[in-house]
């Protein structure tokens, strides 16, 4: 038994409300990512320019004895 065309459309219809659904989630989170994306560099730099310049890195001597 054959499905008939009105299935076939609604299956092609489901089919593409799910693609539609990924690809917007998608570009919705590239697009959230973008728009943050200098405020966490900012952040990221300001957080490892603390870590190094607050603290003074301890000097080795070795005796090439």
């Not at 590239?30 to 952040?43: G, N």
């Not at 300001?46 to 090439?64: F, H, R, S």
């Amino acid at each position: 038994m054959e499905p008939n065309s009105i299935e076939i459309e609604k299956e092609k219809l489901i089919l593409f409300t799910k693609v539609g659904a990924v690809v917007l989630t998608s570009l919705l989170l590239l697009a959230t990512s973008i728009h943050f994306y200098p405020q966490t560099v900012a952040t990221l730099n300001t957080k490892l320019g603390q870590g190094i310049t607050a603290k003074e890195l301890p000097i080795y001597c070795v005796d090439k004895g």
